[in-house]
């Protein structure tokens, strides 16, 4: 197989997994959730706080990762006492989320304005810039994580909008450029 076969197969691959991602947000959630969750009906959320030391509501973590702008990270934490809709969580954590114009609700193209419209993402191939119509490049995207209070971090089998998290977890938003980040930091 080419080099150029081999990376139009992995291309392909990652928009699938994008795909999949974008219809899971669009969907209802699922039966069995990555970890156990109590009735949504108990979820509210409150004031994000900045205060150092163990999280008591849910950790939200933003990172440009590959795209180094620090004015787009944060790390803050956000009060619920129940399961709470990632989207409801993020605004509490005053982080802006934009989709695209064919996906305006299902998938992340920006988070606190990054990556600019006017912003060169350099990758392997050359510079990318970002127009938030469709799906996002393959090979440069927002990744939407999640850590349990005692375990590893998982790529997020749902969107903003269906996602719960609950006391105790950890929500990131990563920014990946040719794979890398792989995931987010311990």
Known sequence: MTLTKIRTAAAGSLAAAGLLLTLAGCSTPAATQPRASAPASSASASAASTTAGPCAGVKVIVDSGALKQAAADTSTCVSVDGPTVASKVLDEAKVKTEGTTQYPNEIVCRVNGV????????????????????????????????????????????????????????????????????????
């Open 115 to 186: 990556p600019a419209a006017d912003f060169d993402i350099k990758h392997k191939d050359g510079t990318y810039r970002e127009e938030c119509k469709g799906m996002p490049a393959a090979f440069a995207y927002w990744g939407l994580w999640v850590k349990p209070a005692s375990g590893e971090w998982a790529y997020a089998q749902e969107g903003l909008a269906t996602l719960k998290v609950s006391p105790g977890e950890s929500l990131e938003l990563l920014f990946t450029v040719d794979g890398e980040p792989a995931a987010p930091a311990a």
